[in-house]
């Protein structure tokens, strides 16, 4: 497949900057593969769209507050993002710039907490160690409450995370800490959509899935099957393998909540049955693909040229998704992460 084949023209000021004032007031694009029509709705409408004995699957991955502003010894100012943990106190970090920090000097970002940059590593990254007493006794995690901010995607063009996106870039069962960035198609669920899902008979069940940095980066290479996804760290638990097998046994659907949950399912899955397990996938799904552990699917508007707009084309056919596309600029959909959602049945 030409990664030519998933580009699209969209208006910059379709590109959400803020969430919708409701959480499920963001609007929602249901898309049928079997009748091929499209319908225009709301979020807070959704489980009308599932029946009694469905299960919805939900990645309750926690956003940690990995962009960290420093100084270094001499005054200068340093961005640090941390992407991924080595070993306790030891991250692998974007580092700004990385040109002028040399390897070994720390650097300062208040409340008592400071770090040392270390060499460079694959991918323009830095290793970061933080200091403390003892080796290996600091917890990040902690630290980054105290000091770090929350990290918006790069399309979103703010200098600062305002006070509301502490709470709305993140879901409202998040529950596990370790993703750098949303599972968006969860950012939709109020307390009151997940109420109506129960009242309707639609089970639910959890995975964790840390989103890394990687989700923003676009498919560079001329053919789609070229490009690596980065890998991710993934639980799913034998409890919800379990729940999962029982609603299809029992002619329910299994709805993905995000193409984070998609790819965990899909890597565990196979011999006809959900697998639990836990530990780091780097499944790249772009079509033809044929889907296994998914029945329907509920995602946000991804980038043009992107890893996740190839899964959705997967699931649902290239030239469909990108005339739902075409549609949804024309009723003036918002578009990424704080943007509206789409439900494929």
């Not at 599972?183 to 008979?201: Q, S, Y």
């Not at 980065?230 to 609603?247: G, I, N, Q, V």
């Not at 992107?306 to 959909?333: H, K």
């Amino acid at each position: 497949m030409k990664t030519s084949d998933l580009d699209y023209e969209l208006p910059p000021e379709l590109i959400a900057q803020h969430p919708a004032e409701r959480r499920d007031e963001s609007r929602l694009l249901v898309l049928d593969r079997s009748a091929g029509t499209m319908r225009l709705d709301v979020f807070r409408n959704l489980p009308g769209y599932l029946n009694r004995g469905d299960c919805l699957v939900l990645n309750d991955t926690k956003v940690i507050r990995a962009r960290l502003r420093g100084r270094k010894p001499t005054g200068g100012q340093v961005e640090v993002f941390l992407l991924h943990e080595l070993s306790p106190g030891e991250w692998r970090a974007l580092v700004r710039p990385s040109a002028r920090v040399p390897e070994g000097m720390r650097v300062e970002f208040g409340g008592g907490v400071s770090a040392t940059i270390e060499e460079p590593l694959p991918g323009g990254q830095r290793r970061v160690v933080f200091d403390s007493a003892e080796p290996g006794s600091v917890d990040v995690l902690r630290v980054l409450e105290q000091v770090g901010e929350i990290p918006l995607p790069p399309y979103i063009r703010r200098d600062h995370p305002d006070a509301g996106d502490l709470t709305r870039y993140q879901t409202v069962y998040a529950r596990v800490p370790g993703a750098v960035a949303a599972p968006t198609a969860g950012l939709h669920f109020t307390d009151e959509t997940l109420r109506a899902l129960e009242a309707r008979g639609v089970d639910r069940a959890t995975l964790t899935l840390h989103v890394g940095y990687g989700t923003f980066r676009p498919i560079l290479t001329d053919m789609v099957e070229e490009h690596q996804v980065e890998p991710e760290d993934f639980a799913f638990s034998a409890e919800t393998a379990e729940k999962l097998s029982r609603a299809r046994a029992s002619g329910g659907r299994v709805v993905a909540v995000g193409t984070t949950v998609t790819r965990v399912l899909e890597t565990q899955f196979w011999d006809g049955r959900y697998h639990s397990g836990e530990g780091v996938t780097d499944k790249f799904i772009y079509p033809p693909y044929q889907f296994r552990a998914i029945d329907a699917l509920q995602t946000n508007f991804h980038l043009p040229r992107s890893s996740l707009l190839a899964l959705v084309c997967a699931f649902a056919g290239t030239e469909f998704i990108l005339e739902a596309y075409r549609l949804a600029i024309r009723e003036r959909f918002r578009f990424y992460s704080y943007g509206d959602a789409m439900l494929i049945l």
